[in-house]
Nanobody, 124 residues
């Protein structure tokens, strides 16, 4: 059974940091792009960041560029999202995803596997 399990969410004050992890099991995702999306209450899901299967290319939304860093460890089948300088508007449920596409990695449609999400709350 393929699973993506996020961890590392929580409550943090504005300006603080969190590191999210997404561990995959059930198959290897070393040849899959990995990504993070988020959904705030009352809003649509939005792209946050993605990383190519090799780790050589990364993508960020304008809202997190310069503050968040995505990375992956294929030996652990895990992707990470380091979030610094957090803002209240970063509050959302964060979902990790994995997909075999090579292009269009900012679109949720390109991902076949999804985790259940982890809550990130940033207080002002």
């Amino acid at each position: 059974q393929v699973q993506l399990v996020e961890s590392g969410g929580g409550l943090v004050q504005a300006g603080g940091s969190l590191r999210l992890s997404c561990a995959a099991s059930g198959r290897s995702f070393s040849r899959y792009a990995r990504a993070w999306f988020r959904q705030a209450p009352g809003k649509e899901r939005e792209f946050v960041s993605a990383i190519s299967w090799s780790g050589g290319t990364t993508y960020y939304s304008d809202s997190v560029k310069g503050r968040f860093t995505i990375s992956r460890d294929n030996s652990k089948n895990t992707v990470y999202l380091q979030m610094n300088s957090l803002k209240p508007e970063d509050t959302a449920v964060y979902y990790c995803a994995a997909g075999s596409a090579l292009v269009g990695l900012t679109s949720g449609d390109m991902y076949n596997y999804w985790g259940r999400g982890t809550q990130v709350t940033v207080s002002s």
